[in-house]
């Protein structure tokens, strides 16, 4: 018993980027802008969406859900990268740690019929949440003989199942399992749809309305593409030391960067987003 608690450390040190100090400012400056901006990005989506009742669709449903899943997964590890890179001493303790895996939620494509909305979106966090603590739980279970130093800038499971000191051929295969579940399956499932909506939108007859079209659905794809690209990078290939560096700045496309642009690019784009604001701000004045 007593090894087994002298393998659990009481916190971690975040390496991130300390081996290039002068990577820490400019980081510091894009990490606290893109949180501002998700924070107030996706708070404003929620907001909106409840208020006005013109918004009580579907879509908008599922939206508010994703910018809740956005605000919980980026609140749970930006500001500890904020506090770390303010610091010399760069940790978070064993609870922080496992908090941060464990809010680590993800979501599947689930069908968006009306009258599937609730157990849709029950569903997407269930599986999400249940994958969660899945991963955590059986990562944390790993013996890590006193190895505490996580070359991430947060806690994630490729990275904290490095410091185990036993075999962890099994819990990268079905770490793979899962990625293939939750990334390329959904992936597919995508771009499926979105071979429709290019039929769809190749029989508009006008010119601009397809423009219009293309340039929305385009929009879409790259987020989509940031998302996933990035997440089936860091989760699906094949563990190298050369590649750990460029890991980590692969991560903060799908743990930063992606929360940031899903308000701009779903929702603040919209014209009934925009009409809603505009309604509300007016209703403030006017009081």
């Known amino acids: 018993m007593n090894q087994i608690n002298e393998s659990v450390p009481q916190e971690f040190i975040l390496l991130g980027f300390s081996d290039r100090p002068w990577l820490e400012l400019p980081l510091f400056v894009v990490f606290l802008v893109s949180y501002i901006l998700t924070i ?152 499926i749809s979105y071979a429709f909506i290019v039929q769809a939108v190749l029989r508009i007859r006008s010119a601009e309305g397809r423009r219009k079209a293309f340039g929305t659905c385009g929009s879409h794809l790259i987020v989509v593409s940031l998302f996933y690209g990035t997440a089936i990078y860091m989760y699906l290939q094949p563990p190298s030391p050369a590649s750990k560096d460029r890991g980590k700045m692969v991560s903060l496309f799908y743990g930063i960067i992606t929360p940031m642009l899903n308000p701009l690019i779903y929702t603040l784009r919209n014209k009934d987003v925009k009409g809603a604001f505009k309604r509300k701000l007016h209703l403030f004045s006017t009081v």
């Open 40 to 191: 107030f990005g996706n708070l404003a989506i929620i907001l909106v969406s409840r208020l006005d009742s013109k918004l009580h669709t579907p879509m908008y449903f599922f939206l508010t859900n994703l910018s809740l899943l956005d605000l919980c997964y980026t609140t749970s590890t930006v500001p500890q990268m904020l506090v770390n890179i303010c610091n010399s001493r760069k940790v978070i303790s064993y609870g922080g740690c496992v908090a941060q895996l464990f809010t680590a939620l993800g979501s599947t494509v689930l069908p968006s019929c009306p009258y599937l909305i609730a157990p849709s979106v029950a569903a997407s966090w269930i599986s999400g949440f249940s994958n969660s603590v899945l991963q955590s739980t059986l990562t944390l279970q790993m013996p890590l003989c006193g190895h505490k130093e996580v070359d991430h800038f947060f806690c994630e499971v490729p990275a904290l199942l490095k410091l185990s000191c036993v075999d962890t051929t099994a819990n990268e295969a079905e770490l793979f399992f899962i990625s293939v579940l939750f990334l390329l399956i959904p992936v597919a499932l995508i771009l």
